[in-house]
């Protein structure tokens, strides 16, 4: 029998599963009535790292609010590291790949918007 661990966080949203026990998938982009855009594929040993990256978009998502307002990169590092997850070189970090996979972008130098 496998035993799994969830969290409910109100106005947190996502999917996840795991296919033939070997692979984790995660969407980072869940919008209502619609296929999501693509999945995050990883073998589970690097599961740790798509957490945070999850973590980093569910934190983004709730400074952005219901508005989708743009967050400055300063909030954004200042709230990964208050988690205690983050340092703030990871914070940076995980700005860039956000952008690089697609979930956020710098609408103007140092503000930042959902993709």
């Not at 693509?38 to 589970?44: V, W």
């Not at 979930?103 to 959902?114: L, P, S, V």
């Amino acid at each position: 029998m496998k035993l799994v661990e969830l969290r409910h966080l109100d106005e947190v949203k996502g999917n996840f599963g795991m296919h033939d026990g070997k692979y984790y998938r995660a969407d980072a982009a869940v919008i209502e009535g619609k296929l999501p855009p693509y999945l995050i594929i990883m073998p589970k040993t690097e599961i740790e790292l798509d957490r945070k990256l999850k973590l980093f978009i569910d934190i983004f998502r709730a400074l952005a609010g219901e508005n989708r307002d743009d967050v400055s990169k300063e909030t954004l590092i200042l709230e990964l590291v208050n988690t205690g997850k983050y340092t703030e070189q990871e914070a940076l970090v995980y700005i860039k790949q956000a952008q690089q996979y697609g979930f956020i972008f710098e609408r103007k130098i140092g503000m930042y918007a959902i993709a």
